[in-house]
T-cell receptor, first 113, second 112 residues
Framework: NAGVTQTPKFRVLKTGQSMTLLCAQDMNHEYMYWYRQDPGMGLRLIHY???????AKGEVPDGYNVSRLKKQNFLLGLESAAPSQTSVYFCASSWDRLNSPLHFGNGTRLTVT | ELKVEQNPLFLSMQEGKNYTIYCNYS?????LYWYRQDPGKSLESLFV?????AVKQEGRLMASLDTKARLSTLHITAAVHDLSATYFCAVDNVSNAGKSTFGDGTTLTVKP
């Protein structure tokens, strides 16, 4: 049982390049989230989804887009990367929001030069 | 806007000692979570606290919730080196799509 899988694990981009981060979960979870973690800070929510075909903005959505075409996948896109987007990105999922904690992927370390 | 504050942010303690990490939050919440993160790793869930007065224990860690004071504590008993990690509390509100707001984390170092 893989849980939550993120790809890639590491990536270096140049300013202005684009990329997509993939999150896949095999737990049939409805809710999926993208967070970023910066040194000395907690996690900040970028975008989230409460079900297939739905997405919504979180706390820091600017510069990112997301899609949830299939229930098990949640994609995070950077259209034009900026150095301020250098961070560790975590995907998370949960069964419901009544009693369930978040299940996290292993993270993607992104550096934008 | 929900704000979550943890203190201390850094904690260095000796093996065998006890200590408490505090998590304060600013608005009414439905539930509170504690997570652990090892360096360079992902976060794993430790406790889910759902109601006022809830207490959960796992090994040397015990978490409690006081919703009236908007305070949760994570108590460490007789610390061991393996507990060295960063601990995050996160607060939810179901009416807000259950989005979790995280504290900045407490980095715990247990020294022999």
């Amino acid at each position: 049982n893989a849980g939550v899988t993120q790809t890639p694990k590491f990536r270096v981009l140049k300013t202005g390049q684009s990329m997509t981060l993939l999150c896949a979960q095999d737990m049939n979870h409805e809710y999926m989230y993208w967070y970023r973690q910066d040194p000395g800070m907690g996690l900040r929510l970028i975008h989230y989804s409460v079900g297939e075909g739905t997405t919504a903005k979180g706390e820091v959505p600017d510069g990112y887009n997301v899609s949830r075409l299939k229930k098990q996948n949640f994609l995070l896109g950077l259209e034009s990367a900026a150095p301020s987007q250098t961070s560790v990105y975590f995907c998370a999922s949960s069964w419901d929001r009544l009693n369930s904690p978040l299940h996290f992927g292993n993270g993607t370390r992104l550096t934008v030069t | 806007e929900l704000k979550v504050e943890q203190n201390p942010l850094f904690l260095s303690m000796q093996e065998g000692k006890n200590y408490t990490i505090y998590c304060n939050y600013s608005t009414t919440s439905d539930r509170l979570y504690w997570y652990r993160q090892d360096p360079g790793k992902s976060l794993e869930s430790l406790f889910v606290l759902l109601s006022n007065g809830a207490v959960k224990q796992e090994g040397r860690l015990m978490a409690s919730l006081d919703t009236k004071a908007r305070l949760s504590t994570l108590h460490i008993t007789a610390a061991v080196h393996d507990l060295s990690a960063t601990y995050f509390c996160a607060v939810d509100n179901v009416s807000n799509a259950g989005k979790s707001t995280f504290g900045d984390g407490t980095t715990l170092t247990v020294k022999p």
